[in-house]
């Protein structure tokens, strides 16, 4: 009988397993900006948990893939489909995809004069009738994750980004990827412009993001260097719009000895 039980659980566990629904998925899409086209045919694949690396050249639509998955309006998709969790959102709006739980950090983050820190973060969690239990203890979770980052508590006070150095930008980007928890992070160049100590403070909040394996995270860079320190699944070097390859740890060491060479001279 005990036997019986354990083999029961186990074929439901690989069952669970086989029929996991990725939490992204894009099929064959294409997609572009002002009738030019940038991105040619990108499938992939994001399970609950998993952490991908989007590396490539500069213009390599790295940045456009981000926007694409948000649902930036600037672009338009031609053909393909975007699923998440299994429900198509590609013809979604993206502050409907942002309810559903889609996150994207800024390589530039824009200021905002005329609502603070505080306050535009409370307001992004007050707006969605299931998460208003949060509120009751917003100020401590605030503190917590403001202390985690190595940002001065003064800076809620401030009006958004609004005379933020780049580096506190940056904080001020991932403070709000712990506060808002959403499913997917798409975290875009998030390293750049960071000197030494700002980096590691930044890695520690993806960090504590990627340990809620619930979570799912898309990280854009151009630089390896946040590869090597991070946990991550799997890299997708993109150029040209198009995955030239897919793998693990082995691509850092050919992008380190070769930069995108190798990539490049493949397409053509």
């Given at each position: 009988m005990?036997?019986?039980?354990i083999?029961?659980?186990?074929?439901?566990?690989?069952?669970?397993?086989?029929?996991m629904?990725?939490?992204?998925?894009?099929?064959?899409?294409?997609?572009?900006?002002?009738?030019?086209?940038?991105?040619?045919?990108?499938?992939l694949?994001?399970?609950?948990?998993?952490?991908?690396?989007?590396?490539?050249?500069?213009?390599?639509?790295?940045?456009?893939?981000?926007?694409?998955?948000?649902?930036?309006?600037?672009?338009?998709?031609?053909?393909?489909?975007?699923?998440?969790?299994?429900e198509?959102?590609t013809?979604?709006?993206?502050?409907?995809?942002?309810?559903?739980?889609?996150?994207l950090?800024?390589?530039s983050?824009?200021?905002?004069?005329?609502i603070?820190?505080?306050?535009?973060?409370?307001?992004?969690?007050?707006?969605?009738?299931?998460?208003?239990?949060?509120?009751?203890?917003f100020k401590?979770r605030?503190?917590?994750?403001?202390?985690?980052?190595?940002?001065?508590?003064?800076?809620?006070?401030r009006?958004?980004?609004?005379?933020?150095?780049?580096?506190?930008?940056?904080?001020?980007?991932?403070?709000?990827?712990?506060?808002?928890?959403?499913?997917l992070?798409?975290?875009?160049?998030?390293?750049?412009?960071?000197?030494?100590?700002?980096?590691?403070?930044?890695?520690?909040g993806?960090?504590?993001?990627?340990?809620?394996?619930?979570?799912?995270?898309?990280?854009?860079?151009?630089?390896?260097?946040?590869?090597?320190?991070?946990?991550?699944?799997?890299?997708?070097?993109?150029?040209?719009g198009?995955i030239?390859?897919?793998?693990?740890?082995?691509?850092?060491?050919?992008?380190?000895n070769?930069?995108?060479?190798k990539?490049?001279?493949?397409?053509?």
């Amino acid at each position: 009988m005990i036997i019986t039980d354990i083999g029961g659980l186990d074929l439901q566990y690989k069952l669970e397993c086989t029929v996991m629904t990725n939490i992204l998925q894009l099929k064959n899409v294409y997609a572009g900006l002002e009738k030019k086209e940038l991105l040619h045919g990108i499938s992939l694949n994001i399970k609950p948990g998993e952490t991908h690396v989007l590396m490539g050249p500069n213009g390599a639509g790295k940045s456009t893939l981000g926007h694409i998955i948000m649902g930036n309006p600037s672009y338009e998709i031609t053909d393909g489909q975007i699923l998440f969790e299994g429900e198509d959102i590609t013809e979604l709006s993206s502050d409907k995809r942002a309810r559903k739980g889609i996150f994207l950090s800024f390589q530039s983050p824009i200021e905002v004069p005329g609502i603070t820190l505080s306050n535009f973060l409370r307001s992004v969690i007050e707006s969605d009738p299931d998460r208003h239990a949060e509120i009751l203890n917003f100020k401590d979770r605030l503190e917590e994750n403001m202390k985690l980052l190595k940002m001065d508590p003064k800076y809620a006070k401030r009006d958004l980004n609004v005379g933020f150095s780049g580096g506190e930008k940056k904080k001020a980007e991932i403070l709000q990827l712990l506060m808002l928890n959403p499913k997917l992070a798409i975290l875009d160049e998030t390293d750049s412009g960071l000197d030494v100590d700002a980096m590691k403070t930044v890695l520690l909040g993806i960090k504590q993001f990627q340990d809620d394996k619930t979570h799912a995270m898309i990280i854009i860079t151009h630089n390896t260097k946040i590869a090597e320190i991070i946990h991550f699944d799997k890299i997708h070097v993109l150029v040209d719009g198009k995955i030239a390859k897919s793998g693990g740890p082995e691509i850092i060491d050919e992008i380190n000895n070769s930069g995108f060479e190798k990539y490049l001279a493949d397409k053509k």
